[in-house]
């Protein structure tokens, strides 16, 4: 397949080229930069250091015999995008090209604007130049598990629900609630997929998944194919802070309760899921949802996880507490449906607590580089806060 990957240069975006590349597909990757420039504005940066694109590309040529092409840009420039599409008519197009940050999109009105307006449009651009230059591709965008919210019921796998009204039966899209405004830009593309896929017929599949934690994946075989590693307070993800934390002796920064729930997986097994989402299309014209995830956690029990792996290494690491600077229940019915992908032949390889381990010993040659960075890492963007600048 020739497979067209917005957001190539990201956390997910590297990894899951270099797979696809691995499986004899033609990998396109797409990307402004961004990522780089915003973890540097809130003066941080990624915990392994990572090469420029023409660095990572040429490494993939050498270790692996890769061949990636790449065009940087922004796919908010709606002429940039569709130029993109119309020279490349990718049989399928990953969609990872948006601002990923909860705490960013809450840092001020000027975040929570740049969060929305660069996820909305980026989607809608993409919408537009498939429909003009290639609607029969297969649209794969990335939601998030977050734009559910955490509901008293069981959250469906599915974009409609039936509803009865004061005696009056319907259906409903499937109720959202998000806790940032980043997760309700997520909402927001769901929305907008759901409408160009009864107005346009376009395909798409449209995938909620959890936080993702880890270093590897089977084609990470060397320090110049890394990916990138975020830690701070604002663009870093809790298993990958809580494993740089136990390295550099910071007592976990368990917020709240800690009994907030949440389903993870491995960079591995997102890597996994997604190849077999992309080669397994839905039908031309469908919407399809896919929740990806692996292990329902709490924060405490992934606090304890790691604080066990340490040990296990001669590292002691104490959890700490923090009063919760965001707004969410942290005592709450989860239960989310996941049948798209194990019908696909989805098989999670490792468990977090098998992980946890390598992680933190991939992360201790960084320390040095870690550490400069440790005024970053304590929770300060608060979401009761309308302006959280430091
Ligand atoms: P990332 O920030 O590392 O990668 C996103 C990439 O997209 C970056 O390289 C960035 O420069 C690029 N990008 C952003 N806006 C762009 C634009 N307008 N034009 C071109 N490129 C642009 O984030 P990630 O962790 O790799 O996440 C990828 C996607 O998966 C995101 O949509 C994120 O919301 C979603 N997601 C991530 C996780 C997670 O735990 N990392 C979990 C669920 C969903
Ligand atoms: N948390 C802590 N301590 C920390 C960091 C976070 O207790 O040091 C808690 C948070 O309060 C929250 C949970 O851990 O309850 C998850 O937070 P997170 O920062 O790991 O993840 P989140 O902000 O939800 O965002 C991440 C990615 C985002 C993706 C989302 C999937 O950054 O791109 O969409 O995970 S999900 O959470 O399912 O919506």
């Known amino acids: 397949m020739k497979v067209v990957v917005l957001g190539a240069d990201g956390y997910l975006g590297w990894p899951l080229s270099l797979r696809l590349l691995a499986r004899g597909h033609d990998v396109i990757g797409v990307d402004n930069f961004v990522t780089r420039k915003n973890v540097k504005e809130v003066g941080s ?83 537009y130049s498939m429909m003009e230059t290639n609607p029969s591709a297969h649209v794969v965008k990335m939601g998030t598990m977050g734009e559910y919210g955490t509901p008293n019921f069981d959250i469906p796998e599915s974009a409609y629900v039936d509803v009865e009204i004061k005696g009056r039966k319907d259906r409903i899209t499937t109720p959202k609630f998000a806790g940032s405004w980043y997760h309700w830009s997520k909402v927001h593309d769901t929305n907008n997929i759901l409408f160009a896929n009864k107005v346009l017929k376009l395909t798409f599949t449209d995938i909620m998944q959890g936080p993702v934690y880890g270093t590897r994946t089977k084609e990470i075989t060397d320090e110049k194919l890394h990916t990138r590693f975020d830690f701070d307070e604002v663009w870093g993800t809790v298993v990958n802070r809580f494993c740089v934390e136990s390295v550099l002796g910071i007592p976990l920064t368990v917020y709240g309760s800690g009994q907030q729930v949440r389903g993870y997986l491995s960079l591995e097994d997102s890597v996994q899921a997604l190849s077999l989402l992309i080669e397994n299309p839905p039908e031309h014209g469908e919407y399809r949802v896919a929740n990806q995830f692996v292990e329902l956690l709490s924060i405490n029990q992934i606090a304890e ?86």
Do not use: C
């Open 45 to 127: 940066d990624s915990a392994i250091p990572i090469p420029a694109m023409k660095d990572r590309i040429k490494a993939a040529k050498d270790i692996h015999g890769f061949n990636m092409k790449f065009h940087e840009g922004d796919i908010t420039d709606y002429e940039f995008l569709h130029k993109v599409m119309k020279e490349e008519k990718p049989d399928a197009v990953v969609h990872f090209a948006e601002t990923r940050s909860a705490p960013y999109s809450m840092i001020n009105a000027k975040h929570a604007t740049y969060t929305l307006t660069n996820n909305i449009s980026g989607t809608i651009n993409l919408i």
């Open 305 to 390: 996880t790691v604080q066990k792996a340490a040990k296990r290494l001669g590292i002691e690491v104490t959890i700490g507490k923090h009063e919760n600077p965001r707004v969410e229940a942290d005592r709450h019915h989860y239960n989310p449906e996941i049948k798209v992908l194990p019908g696909l032949g989805f098989k999670p390889k490792l468990k977090m607590a098998d992980l946890t381990g390598q992680l933190i010993q991939d992360l201790v040659p960084y320390k040095e580089h870690m550490s400069r960075f440790h005024n970053r890492i304590l929770p300060y963007t608060n979401w009761r806060k309308t302006e959280n600048a430091r």
